[in-house]
């Protein structure tokens, strides 16, 4: 396991220290390319599209963010929180949400490589999307979570504090808080691939599955030892009970 990076306690300062900002209104339809997605809190060794990202940097539709083996970046927008780990790349979209409750589009921070803690406000304005399949609090409760890129089509995904709930094409699965999990997406088309129909609990007629859950250990997750830090360092020690009182902030 890789030591944990110094960028997290800077990381926690700043989301202790510096009140959470709403994300901008995206009421406008000629706003949505040029609305501020968020800004760099921390950067180490993190390239921002083709130049350096810098500390306070503000981020937008479309912007790239890749991380060296050795180095870390942690952004803010809106109540959201992300910090990425080392050799990890994520890219920022503004999306029209497809929830009428939801009026507000959607920002998401789709992982490609690498692993990535994040903390996820109870509005669900920003999610995580891996291979696709989208990722955000299956409660209305803030969300710690962390996941890391396996392959292709599967990562690996642990619930921290809440709930989390994976959402791929129709099919969906909740993650309970405190678990690990090894995801695998089914996204071929052939209704005959033996793996798209697995299940660990009866389905309706005709329903097919796209997402296999594989229970692991907490310690399989490459970034457990970054996000341990995280929570661990927004934990008051005056907690009765370990990791029952993490805020995130």
Avoid: W
Avoid at 20 to 41: C, F, K, M, Q, Y
Avoid at 48 to 75: E, F, H, K, M, Q
Avoid at 126 to 146: D, K, M, R, W, Y
């Amino acid at each position: 396991m890789r030591p944990q990076s110094r960028l997290i306690p800077a990381f926690l300062v700043v989301s202790l220290l510096f009140p959470s900002r709403p994300a901008l209104s995206a009421d406008s339809p000629d706003a949505a390319e040029v609305e501020t997605l968020g800004i760099v809190v921390t950067s180490r060794e993190a390239m921002l599209d083709n130049g350096i990202a810098s500390d306070g940097a503000t981020l937008y539709n479309g912007d790239r963010l890749v991380t060296a083996p050795t180095g870390g970046l942690s952004l803010r927008s809106g109540d959201a929180l992300l910090y990425m780990s080392g050799s990890t790349q994520v890219t920022l979209h503004r999306t029209p949400s497809h929830n009428p409750v939801i009026k507000k589009s959607l920002i998401r921070a789709d992982v490609t490589s690498g692993s990535i803690s994040f903390s996820l406000a109870p509005d669900q304005y920003f999610l995580v999307s891996a291979h696709g399949a989208l990722i955000g609090p299956a409660a209305p409760i803030p969300t710690l979570g962390e996941i890391s890129i396996l392959d292709l089509r599967s990562f690996e995904i642990r619930a921290r504090r809440g709930p989390l709930k994976i959402v791929y094409r129709d099919d969906s699965e909740i993650i309970p808080e405190g678990k690990s999990y090894r995801v695998e997406l089914d996204d071929s088309l052939d209704t005959h691939n033996p793996t798209s129909i697995k299940t660990k609990s009866p389905r309706p007629a005709g329903r097919r599955r796209f997402i296999l859950l594989f229970l692991i250990g907490a310690a399989a997750i490459a970034a457990t030892g970054a996000a341990a830090g995280y929570v661990h360092s927004v934990e008051s020690p005056d907690c009765p009970q370990p990791n029952q009182c993490s805020r995130p902030n």
